[in-house]
């Protein structure tokens, strides 16, 4: 049986993605975008990575785990990427 995917489930996902990443020896996380418009919020749109620009580059120690504040995409479907 496949479980539906929630925000709430993207939420527990993320955060166990940023620990595997900590234990990792990752320092840096970035967000990844849906390439489709219409599928990010306006938060992850002005700190995303593309192929056309720079997203924001983040410590891992304070990155949040997706989705961010405010996102109104039921699910998220960013994803936290790690960064050198």
Known sequence: MSQRLTNATVRKESRQRLAQMREAGIKFVGVL?????????????????????????????????????GCDKHPCKCILIALE
């Open 33 to 69: 975008a849906s390439p489709n418009p219409g599928e990010y919020c306006e938060a992850c749109a002005a700190i995303m990575f593309t192929r056309e620009k720079n997203g924001v580059k983040f410590e891992i120690e304070f990155a949040t785990p997706l989705p961010l504040p």
